[in-house]
């Protein structure tokens, strides 16, 4: 039977979760992660000397992070997010729905290969101001942004971060993880796009008008000069070929991360590009900070109430898929999706080896794509609600669980149908 300390860890994590759901007085859900850490610490609970474990634990993740935020702010201050919507614009020829189609595997590409937080943080703002600027109702646009951000996020380890949480410390290798999960990933996505080009069918118009117009508050496309832009275009692109390269030799992501964002940041502060205090903006410093707290949380709840928890793996794959895919799913909608990811990786190493990989890949379906179906299962979505409410758009949890509802249950379906076909 658990004892009080048990009732304490789980009264602390109910309330850390509670408040990071509230925000009250908008307060980052860092700060809020880290009362509960120190409330986990002050509570005898997870030692003071358990610290650097729990650092080094999440180091190898925290490090990619690192290098890729600081590569993906000198891309966008390049321009070239900018210029390739404006080029699906010119591309799609008039065509309302061709431009929809174009800007929605634009924002699939740039998750895939640079993660889903740079697909909201980045396209969001700047597919807001490519229809904006036609006359279009952006909202099924803004709606493509965050739903592609989770349903292209399971192909690469890194494009997600919970795909990171798991993969590094259950020794997935590179190969195993893109050729099971290249199959849902496209499942998910090409299922999402069907889904949205019918549900705003008579929101997204067949004709574009040929004159761009003029939207106060609209920036005009961020365009750096053709020999800039083009060089960091040949250095995303050698970045790009480092991850996959060290992903297929077996070595560690963060190192080609950090290695890219070396060769980019360089040039761009010798040329006068960025600056030191621009590059740190580029970084989301609360972002290391959740993570470390909420690793912190887990570990309590790992001495206080796994620790002597036996499980048998499902008898199954169809059972694993099963499995995994709801608890991730509904574990994401009722504690968020990052820390349901790290409770699922201390569950998962307690498992016998042989059944690991099957479900944790059906763990980041759930994790990935069954946040989408609230406004707070992500903190991807979290941050897209703010950034799309900073610009005027009212999206209340009523009309979002109108798209949502609809939505995420038969993309959860078709992409475990499609896992299940890869693993059976």
């Not at 005009?220 to 060290?246: D, E, H």
Request: hydrophobic share 55%.
């Amino acid at each position: 039977m658990p004892d009080l300390s048990a009732w304490l860890v789980l009264a602390i994590v109910a309330l850390t979760l509670a408040l990071i759901l509230i925000r009250p007085r908008d307060l980052n859900e860092a700060w809020i992660a880290s009362g509960g850490a120190i409330a986990m610490l002050l509570a005898g609970v997870v030692r003071p000397e358990a610290l650097p474990g729990v650092v080094s634990q999440t180091a190898g993740v925290l490090l990619f992070l690192l290098g890729m935020m600081v590569l993906t702010g000198i891309v966008e201050r390049a321009g070239i997010f900018d210029l390739v919507a404006e080029r699906c614009a010119d591309f799609s020829f008039g065509n309302g729905i061709a431009l929809y189609v174009l800007l929605f595997l634009f924002g699939a590409i740039v998750t895939a290969l640079l993660s889903l937080d740079v697909t909201i943080i980045m396209l969001t703002p700047i597919v807001y101001a490519v229809t904006k600027r036609r006359g279009m109702d952006p909202l099924p646009f803004l709606f493509a942004c965050t739903f592609v951000a989770n349903t292209a996020s399971l192909v690469f380890p890194f494009s997600n971060l919970t795909n990171l949480l798991l993969y590094e410390p259950l020794g997935l290798s590179f190969r195993q993880f893109t050729s099971a999960m290249w199959l849902p990933n496209m499942v998910a996505m090409l299922t999402n796009l069907a889904l949205f080009l019918w549900l705003f069918r008579s929101r997204i118009p067949r004709h574009l008008p040929a004159i761009l117009m003029d939207e106060p508050g609209i920036p005009a496309p961020n365009v750096a000069s053709r020999g800039w832009r083009r060089k960091v275009a040949v250095l995303l692109v050698i970045s790009l070929s480092l991850l996959f390269a060290c992903g297929f030799a077996g070595l560690p992501l963060w190192w080609a991360a950090l290695a890219g964002a070396t060769l980019a940041f360089i040039p761009a502060l010798i040329t006068h590009r960025t600056t030191l205090a621009q590059t740190a903006a580029d970084i989301s410093w609360p972002l290391f900070v959740f993570v470390i707290a909420m690793t912190v949380l887990v570990r309590g709840v790992e001495r206080t109430w796994l620790a002597d928890l036996t499980l048998s793996p499902p008898e199954s794959n169809a059972g694993a898929v099963a499995t995994g895919v709801l608890s991730g799913a509904i574990g994401s909608n009722v504690i968020n999706n990052v820390p349901m990811a790290v409770l699922a990786r201390s569950v998962l190493e307690r498992m016998p080896v042989e059944n690991q990989p099957v479900l944790a890949y059906s763990v980041l379906v759930g994790t990935n794509i069954g946040p989408a179906l609230t406004t707070y299962g992500s903190l991807a979505t979290m941050l897209w609600l703010t950034l799309v409410r900073q610009r005027g758009m009212t999206i209340t949890t009523r009309s979002y669980l109108a798209i949502s509802l609809i939505t995420v249950p038969i993309v959860l379906l078709t992409t475990s149908i499609s896992l299940w076909l890869v693993v059976r």
